[in-house]
């Protein structure tokens, strides 16, 4: 991986860390947090996507929408395990 992907992983997982926050109130880390939130709802969607026979394509915007949906469903278990 070179300089330039890892920038790129790294504004994707803001970006929709970033999103997911905003969507799911309540909900802001920080620009690490949101870093961390948006690269682990990518690899949540990137299991969880294939698995149900979901596509949504190649691309920046693509790959920030799929990082945003695998976000939000991070957030939500988040909210659902701290109301337990």
Not at 24 to 43: C, D, E, P, T
Not at 58 to 73: D, L, M
């Amino acid at each position: 991986m070179g300089i330039e992907s890892l920038i790129v992983f790294l504004i994707v997982g803001a970006v929709a860390g970033w999103l997911a926050g905003m969507l799911v109130k309540g909900y802001g880390f920080g620009l690490i947090g949101n870093i961390v939130v948006g690269v682990i709802g990518a690899f949540i969607a990137g299991w969880l996507f294939p698995a149900l026979g979901i596509s949504l394509g190649t691309g920046v915007v693509a790959a920030i929408i799929h990082a945003v949906i695998g976000a939000v469903i991070l957030l939500v278990l988040i909210r659902l395990v701290k109301r337990a």
